[in-house]
């Protein structure tokens, strides 16, 4: 018996199907290993050696294999034929000779790029080694993305507060990002005319022209830059007699694109279907892996991830010989198409995406699949059908025209395509992305050269120009691809990342910069700029190339990295903040101070007119805040929108939601420092809240407004206690609260819904976990220095959340909310407390210990110090073994 490892449950269930009783096919579920997310996993120091981690569900797994091997002659691996796919067989491998499960067994790969039984056998009668450069190259890109996220965000979380993270690739990406949102911004829109004639033949057939030359000039798109210009090109068209110059019919040839990569097949997911990258993946995994068919589980699509554009000789014939049946022989070529890969390494290029199986149409396949699914396949099918086809032969005419009047002239064109013989297009039932012209392609009368022309009709019409547009996720990846940034199998969770760590939001499609994700690139284009540099990031990516290839040693690479970026982060140590901040006022002055109506100066405070504005740097991310703080306290959250006395206004300014039934106050929705809020009535009385996560301004209406203000809510007499549970918003989330504890809910929906049972749960299961903990608790909220020394914070414990300042825990009131704790009311608990338990004055810090006022109260106090610094001087000998590892 032979043990088969391969990736998915899914893909065990059908290959052991294929292979029968003597294999025992075990799914590892994708990595059983990975680097822990800690630092010092990667160790440059130490030659670049790695601590590899396996999690609780992967040892469960790789248990089982070693069990199944006790009993088995050999192992074959057969994960998926890509490089992530060497590495994870390269991984168990290692795991099982750590456990000395292989002992004299023999260990084989094989690689099939198809889920089909030929694919699968034949793959099983060609196994080969593990490829050694190419695991090589794995562990060379997972080491630099370790170290360069490792190194570099804790420099962003220095330095700018709120930031989340920085990647090698995504920080990349992200530039790519907002220096499109910068393009947009400092786009500068002009107006301009076009003028076009609706035209007559003598054999009263209409087509249209438009204008191209004016007085012997030719005119280009903008040149027409005023109305009265426009106005006067009209007047002279209506009085002017028209004539066909010449008549230019040109054949051109249109040649069908390669079949899919997985970038290509994810662009036009995106543009033909709606499709994410992520979800374009997920589907083409399912056709990967397989339906049933006639009893049997079939892949319908080879390996989707690739970078390859060639099909496999056995296929392009399949696709011939279906061509022919469905089409006819006059759109089979006399010879198959090749098509070059753009593949920088060999290795790592596989074949293109297609179907399994030519001969099952997308009308057969459907039966079996769900809409997303029957969709995907359909396009990749006529793709790779195309791909095999005659090109489409069109002729393009285009009839020059001249207009005169007694004084003077002008030039114009007519356009049109006719498709003598439409080729690879047969292949697509909508022609949207393969029959595309431009504008101006249309089919036009029979036109000869020298015969007048009638005009019917001059129109003018105003355009301005539109400033490029940003990237959608197809777009993209075309650019990241056409730069060699990453590579297409890792584009999906490049996106994913970017929109998980709120650097991103995508609004009709496109990406959109948010505000922290424009201020992180603002700054590593600064302070890191060769390493989120377009070609050095692609230059970097041939090297990886280069070691899967093996002409280059991965170490020698991570070394020569290493050695600059290391030397650059140390020398961000010494950089100030105040630096920082001054440099990402200028780079970012259209986000951070945009322009006013009344044209005034946008970086002078509109709250006391003679501060200036500038980011700031708070514990949850940046804002805009005035120099005059504290006199002035003018603050506006980075990137809201502003009205026109450039103050904050919110996603859509402060909207008014309605009006309170009981109190007949306005209730309005706010944005402020921290985000969106709700409000009730004015000044220091008014009642706020803060939107609950995954509640967004669009989603508020009144209702839900008076919902949140009415928080805490009562939820019901304790049965053991009596006193009343409340549940309630808080700042860390969801929460019920009873007699000083408080234990969160999952979703703010359980604040108006729990009920006194469930409630009584959540608090015995708080009370449960806190019990089980030892040591001191963690602080809550830190408050700052008490003014005779010493921190203060505000911190949870078995009975409630309390005030601690040295040996003084002062509890909250009942109800009060941690989070809202401010340091005059903590000043006041700790008077408090301290008078109770007869303690006139805490401990100040040393500085402001006073000396013995005469000698004899020295003399007294000397021999308690000596006597406090001997008890104390044992304790100072203590090893402390673990401080070098911890």
Same mark, same amino acid.
């Given at each position: 018996m032979?043990v088969?490892v ?6 065990a ?6 292979l ?9 579920f994708?990595?059983?290993r990975?680097?822990p997310?800690?630092?010092?996993s990667?160790?440059?120091?130490d030659?670049f050696?790695?601590s590899?981690?396996v999690?609780g569900?992967s040892s469960?797994r790789?248990?089982d294999i070693v069990?199944?091997?006790k009993?088995?002659d050999?192992?074959?691996l057969a994960t ?5 796919g060497e590495?994870?067989s390269?991984?168990?491998?290692e795991v ?12 084989q790969?094989?690689v099939?790029?198809?889920?089909t039984?030929?694919?699968v056998?034949?793959a099983m009668?060609n196994p080969?080694?593990?490829d ?9 890109r ?7 996220g490792f ?10 507060p ?9 920080s990349?990406?992200?530039r790519?990002?907002c220096d499109r ?8 829109r002009?107006d ?6 609706l035209?007559?033949?003598p ?16 005119l280009q798109?903008?040149d027409?830059?005023t109305?009265?210009q426009a106005?006067?090109?009209k007047a ?5 007699s028209?004539?066909?110059q010449?008549?230019?019919a040109k054949p051109?040839r ?6 899919f990569t ?5 662009q036009?997911a995106?543009s ?5 990258a992520s979800?374009?993946?997920?589907v ?6 397989g339906?049933e068919?006639?009893g ?6 080879t390996?989707?991830r ?5 099909m496999?000789?056995?296929a ?6 279906m061509?022919?049946?469905?089409f006819g022989?006059?759109y089979l070529p006399e010879?198959p198409?090749?098509?070059?890969s753009?593949?920088k390494n060999?290795q790592?290029a596989?074949e293109?995406i297609r179907p ?9 396949a ?11 396949y359909?396009i ?15 002729e ?10 007694e004084t003077?002239t002008?030039?114009?064109r007519?356009?049109?395509s006719?498709v003598r013989?439409?080729?690879f297009?047969?292949a ?5 992305e393969?029959?595309?012209e431009?504008e101006?392609?249309r089919?036009l009368?029979?036109i000869k ?8 009709s001059?129109?003018v019409?105003?355009?301005?120009t539109?400033p490029?547009?940003?990237y959608s ?6 650019k990241?691809?056409?730069?060699g ?13 970017l929109e998980d760590r ?5 609004d009709k499609?496109r990406?959109?910069?948010?505000a922290?994700g ?5 700054f590593?284009?600064n302070?890191f ?6 070609d ?7 090297k990886?190339?280069?070691?899967s ?11 020569e ?6 030397g650059?982060?140390?020398?961000t140590k010494?950089?100030?903040v105040t630096d ?7 780079d970012l002055?259209p986000?951070v101070f945009?322009e006013?109506?009344d ?6 405070c ?8 500038s ?5 949850f991310?940046?804002f805009?805040?005035?120099s005059?703080?504290?006199?002035c306290g003018?603050?506006?959250?980075l990137?809201e929108?502003v ?11 402060d909207?008014?939601l309605?009006?309170d039934?009981?109190t007949d106050?306005?209730i309005l ?7 969106p809020?709700?409000?009730r009535?004015e000044?220091k009385?008014?009642?706020?809240s ?7 301004p669009?989603d508020i209406?009144?209702?839900k ?20 549970i409340t549940?309630?918003l808080?700042?860390?989330?969801p ?12 979703t703010?929906?359980d ?9 009584v749960?959540?608090?015995a299961?708080?009370k449960?976990?806190?019990s089980?903990q030892r040591?001191?608790a963690a ?5 700052g220095?008490h003014?005779?020394?010493?921190a ?7 009975y409630g959340?309390?005030?601690n300042?040295?040996?003084i825990?002062?509890?909250l009131?009942?109800?009060?909310d941690?989070?809202s704790?401010t340091?005059e009311e ?8 301290a ?6 004055? =805490?401990?100040k810090a040393? #500085?402001a210990?006073k000396? $013995? /006022?005469? +000698? !004899?109260? @020295?003399?007294e106090?000397k021999p =308690?110090?000596?006597?406090? #610094?001997a008890a104390k001087k $044992? /304790?100072? +000998? !203590?090893? @402390?073994?673990?401080t070098?590892?911890e």
């Amino acid at each position: 018996m032979d043990v088969v490892v391969v990736e998915s449950p899914a893909k065990a269930k059908t290959i052991n199907k294929y292979l029968g009783p003597n294999y025992t096919v075990l799914a590892s579920f994708g990595h059983v290993r990975d680097l822990p997310a800690k630092d010092g996993s990667v160790r440059p120091d130490d030659d670049f050696s790695m601590s590899w981690e396996v999690d609780g569900p992967s040892s469960k797994r790789l248990a089982d294999i070693v069990k199944a091997l006790k009993s088995a002659d050999s192992l074959i691996l057969a994960t998926d034929p890509d490089r992530e796919g060497e590495a994870i067989s390269w991984h168990v491998l290692e795991v099982l000779q750590q456990k000395k499960a292989l002992k004299d067994k023999s260990v084989q790969r094989v690689v099939f790029n198809a889920i089909t039984k030929k694919s699968v056998l034949d793959a099983m009668a060609n196994p080969r080694d593990l490829d050694v450069p190419l695991v090589d190259a794995y562990l060379a890109r997972r080491a630099l993305d370790y170290l360069v996220g490792f190194t570099l965000s804790p420099v962003l979380w220095r330095k700018l507060p709120g930031a989340r993270s920085a990647g090698r690739v995504q920080s990349v990406a992200l530039r790519l990002v907002c220096d499109r949102e910068s393009e947009i911004e400092r786009f500068i829109r002009e107006d301009y005319w076009q003028v076009a004639a609706l035209m007559a033949t003598p054999r009263a057939e209409d087509f249209e022209a438009r204008l191209t030359g004016f007085e012997g000039k030719k005119l280009q798109k903008l040149d027409i830059k005023t109305a009265e210009q426009a106005a006067d090109i009209k007047a002279m068209l209506q009085g002017a007699s028209f004539v066909a110059q010449s008549v230019e019919a040109k054949p051109t040839r249109r040649n069908p694109a390669a079949p899919f990569t997985t970038s290509t097949l994810q662009q036009a997911a995106s543009s033909q279907m709606g499709f994410s990258a992520s979800r374009t993946m997920q589907v083409a995994q399912r056709l990967y892996e397989g339906v049933e068919l006639g009893g049997e589980t079939t892949g319908l699509i080879t390996y989707m991830r690739t970078d390859g554009v060639q099909m496999a000789p056995e296929a392009i014939s399949a696709a011939r010989s279906m061509i022919a049946k469905e089409f006819g022989e006059k759109y089979l070529p006399e010879k198959p198409r090749f098509y070059s890969s753009k593949a920088k390494n060999a290795q790592e290029a596989h074949e293109a995406i297609r179907p399994t199986d030519f001969s099952r149409t997308p009308a057969e396949a459907r039966k079996f699949l769900d809409a997303d699914q029957a969709r995907l396949y359909e396009i990749i099918w006529k793709r790779a059908m195309a791909s095999q086809m005659q090109p489409a032969e069109i002729e393009r005419t285009t009839v020059e025209i001249e207009a005169r009047n007694e004084t003077r002239t002008a030039n114009l064109r007519a356009v049109g395509s006719v498709v003598r013989f439409d080729g690879f297009l047969a292949a697509y039932m909508e022609q949207k992305e393969e029959d595309s012209e431009d504008e101006d392609s249309r089919r036009l009368p029979e036109i000869k050269t020298g015969e007048n022309l009638a005009r019917k009709s001059v129109t003018v019409t105003q355009h301005t120009t539109e400033p490029p547009p940003r990237y959608s996720e197809a777009s993209l990846i075309k650019k990241m691809e056409e730069l060699g940034i990453g590579r297409p199998s890792t584009y999906a969770a490049t996106l994913k990342t970017l929109e998980d760590r709120e650097y991103v939001s995508i609004d009709k499609r496109r990406l959109v910069p948010e505000a922290k994700g424009r201020l992180v690139t603002a700054f590593l284009e600064n302070f890191f700029n060769r390493y989120v540099e377009y070609d050095f990031t692609a230059a970097l990516e041939e090297k990886l190339d280069e070691i899967s290839d093996g002409k280059l040693a991965w170490k020698d690479v991570l070394r020569e990295f290493w050695k600059d970026f290391s030397g650059h982060v140390d020398e961000t140590k010494e950089l100030r903040v105040t630096d920082v901040l001054d440099t990402l006022n200028e780079d970012l002055a259209p986000l951070v101070f945009p322009e006013r109506e009344d044209g005034s100066n946008p970086r002078i405070c509109p709250k006391c007119g003679s501060g200036n504005l500038s980011l700031k740097l708070g514990k949850f991310g940046a804002f805009v805040g005035c120099s005059n703080y504290p006199e002035c306290g003018f603050t506006r959250q980075l990137g809201e929108a502003v009205n026109g006395n450039g103050e904050g206004a919110g996603d859509n300014g402060d909207r008014l939601l309605g009006k309170d039934p009981s109190t007949d106050e306005d209730i309005l929705l706010k944005s402020g420092r921290f985000g969106p809020y709700i409000q009730r009535g004015e000044g220091k009385e008014a009642k706020r809240s803060s939107l609950p996560k995954g509640w967004t301004p669009a989603d508020i209406d009144l209702e839900k407004a008076l919902s949140l203000l009415a928080l805490p809510r009562d939820v019901g007499a304790h049965p053991e206690s009596g006193k009343m549970i409340t549940a309630g918003l808080g700042r860390y989330g969801p929460f019920v609260l009873h007699d000083g504890t408080y234990a969160n809910v999952e979703t703010i929906e359980d604040v108006f819904t729990i009920g006194l049972n469930r409630a009584v749960t959540v608090l015995a299961e708080k009370k449960s976990r806190f019990s089980s903990q030892r040591g001191a608790a963690a602080a809550l909220k830190e408050l700052g220095d008490h003014p005779d020394g010493g921190a203060m914070t505000v911190r949870d414990g078995r009975y409630g959340p309390y005030v601690n300042w040295g040996k003084i825990n002062a509890t909250l009131p009942k109800g009060k909310d941690p989070a809202s704790v401010t340091v005059e009311e903590a000043l006041e608990l700790i008077s408090a407390k301290a008078g109770k338990s007869g303690t006139t004055k =805490a401990k100040k810090a040393p #500085a402001a210990k006073k000396a $013995p /006022a005469t +000698k !004899k109260a @020295a003399a007294e106090k000397k021999p =308690a110090a000596v006597k406090k #610094a001997a008890a104390k001087k $044992p /304790a100072a +000998k !203590k090893p @402390a073994s673990k401080t070098s590892e911890e």
